[in-house]
């Protein structure tokens, strides 16, 4: 009964699909991706370099070796080298013939359900992948109407890892956590993070790009400690520029050594220059952890609002550095 039930469910899911999708459709699919990017020269692809986008597009590359052109990545926030994710979010179009493919001739003539197909998907690229692999599809799914990952997203939020002299040192977290020799004072980081919340510009603390904004909403920024004494920081935006977590992770280190007043990271994000009074951390030490999206129903209009500020002189959006 159960079986001939979900095999009749199936059917009429994938007749739904049918009925909207014509020969020159895609079928949009959402992947959600976890990464150690210690082996990765970042996420997007670069010639003679591994990277994330590289590795999983190669494995896509020979899922459908044997239909169309090999499906590209769009993603929602691109991270540089050494940068982790456990919440990185990127989607893929495939044609019908690849969507097809997706199905097992094992199971006959009754259609396979459109979210089984997307887990095989899943199962295939992590296969190909192996057992140590250090990237790794945690979930695809078939993505809304209107989602795009990049542009509908509305916020990105990041953690920072740092064990100071105070805090338990697990070798074993060596790949995660930056290991810094000098006792730090929490509060003042923390005072000086949330002092710097709200819509700005920060120049201050990005690497330039030519043609691209710095005014960014930073919604969130605090420090904590952990239950071992860890300090990490909890950063989330609207988006990033080029390696602003790290700077401001940078500029916060700087005050809890006292090299820097509290308020002295305002008044040099409000002077919107580069400025050599605090250090860049490494990368090791910070993690893409979560992306977020609005309602389903408002998914085109954000990516369309996004796109459009893409055009705008001083809103040119770049949401995925850090």
Known sequence: MCLRYCQVAGYVESRRLADVQHEDTTIRLRLDVLYDGSAFSGWSKQPGLRTVQGELEAALA???????????????????????????????????????????????????????????????????????????????????????????????????????????????ERGHTVWYPAKLDAAAMNAAATSLTGLHDWASYCKPREGATTIRTLQEFEWKRDSRGVLVAHVRADAFCHSMVRALVGASVAVGEGKLQVSDLVDLRDARVRTSAFKVMPAKGLALMEVGYPPDSELSARAEQTRARRDEPRLTDQPEIT
């Open 62 to 172: 020979t899922v459908f070796r044997n239909n169309d052109e090999p499906p590209r990545l769009t993603v929602a926030g691109r991270t540089d080298a050494g940068v982790h994710a456990l919440g990185q979010v990127t989607h893929l179009d495939l044609t019908p013939a690849q969507w097809a493919s997706l199905e097992d001739p094992r199971r006959g003539k009754v259609p396979k359900p459109a979210t089984t197909r997307a887990e095989t998907l899943a199962r295939r690229l992590n296969g190909i992948a192996g057992l140590e692999t250090d990237v790794y599809v945690a979930k695809a799914t078939l993505a809304p109407e209107g989602f795009d990952a990049r542009f509908s997203a509305i916020w990105r939020r990041y953690e920072y890892r740092i064990a100071d002299s105070v805090a338990e040192r697990s070798p074993l």
